[in-house]
């Protein structure tokens, strides 16, 4: 029988990664792809299990695809990733949808777990986590002109506040011969648009050279011809080396656009999450970024509300994001994780004051993205078509200071040919709405 399977991935671009390889593998042992999970035999759910937030929307996920198999819309539903690898049997225990669960090491087995979940035999299969493949094949499930490729896998940073190195194991690089030949499949199938992601790419290659071999690799991504963009994600401010900033200063297929989860600036609030730096240092390193590329894009997100942060080291943390005006910033309170160092320790903050410092960054950063915004009129910004948003009644895209599915988006009107999605234009500039400019093609 031809089953049709579907998959619902929840969480970070890296765990869209690990999807992508799912689908590839269920495709490849005869099954039918479908793209909404209502149309599926069999439903895999590839969970987050990062934050509290994150592990609730994946169990609501899952209770209502459960409420579909009640009705007999679908047969089975499959739960992997990251929530499965941390909870294992209980997730079967407490989600009784539920007919198989299995760790992140079981995922090339995924085909012969959904067969026997149609047949109506329950697996739980947890191997070990390195088990998970850092090479495969992917059905790509991001717009054709965009694509993430994951350099690496797991996490040595161990900060006290995250689940991740107990979730994903141990930092383990790709080949970058392996990246290379990957890379040069996603152009050939007209990606235009790279995204070089890991739990912290700066990381990239210590356990294979020896030494940080981000800025090697990202000059072999650029001598692919099919790329006008590649954008780096996920970079520890401690590894941010003086290679790297001047290679993606000179290379002009990279974006100058750098992801840095700082978490905070507050010295003795880092060392407590096991990070190092201070609000000095941090805003040395992003001052010689700028000093080196005038037009950089900073993304960072912040953690309020970190066991024993006094009101004045919440207060410099608010000094800094002021100070340093970062053009694209999220700030979360702090999620008491389970098996983490941090949950143990005493002054454990209350939920309402965490999330009150939470918002006092945001509502600052909306006006620093209005300010931004404002900035950039009358000035022209190369855009990468999205689509047409019928109700606005113009088109949208992104410029290199939007990432895919995680910033905002330009609008834009066209008097003249019509573009279609994954073309670049040059749009002027004239007006913003809210956190996203509006403007017009050249």
Same mark, same amino acid.
């Given at each position: 029988?031809?089953?049709?399977?579907? /998959?619902?991935?929840?969480?970070?671009?890296?765990?869209?990664? $690990?999807?992508?390889? *799912?689908?590839?593998?269920?495709?490849?042992?005869?099954?039918?792809?479908?793209?909404?999970?209502?149309?599926?035999?069999?439903?895999?759910?590839?969970?987050?299990?990062?934050?509290?937030?994150?592990?609730?929307?994946?169990?609501?996920?899952?209770?209502?695809?459960?409420? *579909?198999?009640?009705?007999?819309? &679908?047969?089975?539903?499959?739960?992997?990733?990251?929530?499965?690898? #941390?909870?294992?049997?209980?997730?079967?225990?407490?989600?009784?949808?539920?007919?198989?669960? /299995?760790?992140?090491?079981?995922?090339?087995?995924?085909?012969?777990?959904?067969?026997?979940?149609?047949?109506?035999?329950?697996?739980?299969?947890? @191997? $070990?986590?390195?088990?998970?493949?850092?090479?495969?094949?992917?059905?790509?499930?991001? @717009?054709?002109?965009?694509?993430y490729i994951k350099i690496a896998e797991g996490c040595d940073n161990c900060c006290t506040y995250c689940a991740i190195p107990l979730i994903r194991g141990r930092f383990r690089s790709r080949r970058p011969e392996d990246i290379v030949k990957e890379a040069e499949m996603l152009a050939e199938n007209g990606v235009k648009e790279l995204n070089v992601i890991a739990q912290d790419t700066t990381r990239y290659?210590?356990?294979?050279?020896?030494?940080?071999?981000?800025? %090697?690799?990202?000059?072999?991504?650029?001598?692919?011809?099919?790329?006008?963009?590649? #954008?780096?994600?996920?970079?520890?401010?401690?590894?941010?080396?003086?290679?790297?900033?001047?290679?993606?200063?000179?290379?002009?297929?990279?974006?100058?656009? &750098?992801?840095? @989860?700082?978490?905070?600036?507050?010295?003795?609030?880092?060392?407590?999450m096991n990070r190092r730096g201070n609000r000095e240092s941090l805003t040395a390193l992003l001052n010689k970024i700028r000093a080196k590329i005038p037009d950089v894009i900073f993304r960072s997100t912040f953690i309020t509300g970190f066991p024993g942060e006094t009101d004045e080291q919440f207060e410099e943390l608010a000094e800094f994001a002021a100070e340093i005006k970062f053009q694209r910033l999220g700030c979360f309170a702090y999620s008491q994780e389970e098996n983490t160092k941090a949950a143990l320790l005493p002054e454990q903050i209350d939920d309402e004051i965490k999330q009150k410092r939470a918002d006092i960054i945001m509502e600052h950063q909306q %006006?620093?993205?209005?300010?931004?915004?404002?900035? *950039? &009129?009358?000035?022209?910004?190369?855009?990468?078509?999205?689509g047409?948003?019928?109700?606005?009644?113009?088109?949208?895209?992104?410029?290199?200071?939007?990432?895919?599915e995680v910033d905002g988006c330009v609008f834009f009107t066209c008097n003249g040919k019509k573009p279609k999605a994954g073309d670049f234009v040059t749009v002027k500039i004239t007006n913003y709405m809210g956190c996203d400019p509006v403007g017009e093609t050249d």
């Open positions: 029988m031809n089953y049709k399977a579907g /998959i619902v991935s929840l969480g970070c671009a890296k765990n869209q990664v $690990d999807a992508e390889m *799912l689908l590839f593998t269920l495709k490849n042992k005869g099954f039918t792809i479908v793209n909404d999970p209502a149309d599926a035999d069999a439903v895999i759910v590839n969970t987050c299990g990062f934050i509290e937030s994150a592990k609730q929307e994946s169990i609501d996920e899952i209770i209502e695809l459960g409420k *579909l198999k009640r009705e007999g819309t &679908i047969k089975a539903i499959i739960v992997t990733g990251c929530l499965a690898e #941390r909870y294992k049997n209980e997730i079967t225990k407490q989600l009784y949808e539920v007919d198989a669960a /299995i760790g992140i090491g079981a995922n090339e087995q995924i085909a012969d777990v959904v067969l026997k979940a149609l047949d109506g035999k329950k697996s739980e299969i947890f @191997p $070990d986590k390195l088990c998970l493949p850092l090479e495969g094949g992917r059905i790509q499930s991001t @717009p054709p002109y965009t694509a290659g210590e356990d294979l050279f020896g030494e940080p071999y981000l800025a %090697k690799l990202l000059k072999m991504l650029c001598k692919i011809d099919g790329f006008k963009w590649i #954008r780096v994600l996920y970079c520890y401010p401690d590894r941010i080396t003086d290679e790297l900033i001047d290679t993606i200063a000179s290379e002009e297929k990279i974006v100058k656009y &750098i992801d840095i @989860p700082l978490q905070h600036c507050n010295g003795e609030v880092l060392k407590k %006006k620093v993205m209005s300010e931004y915004c404002k900035s *950039l &009129i009358g000035k022209s910004l190369e855009v990468l078509v999205e047409y948003d019928k109700l606005a009644e113009c088109f949208f895209g992104r410029s290199y200071a939007d990432s895919h």
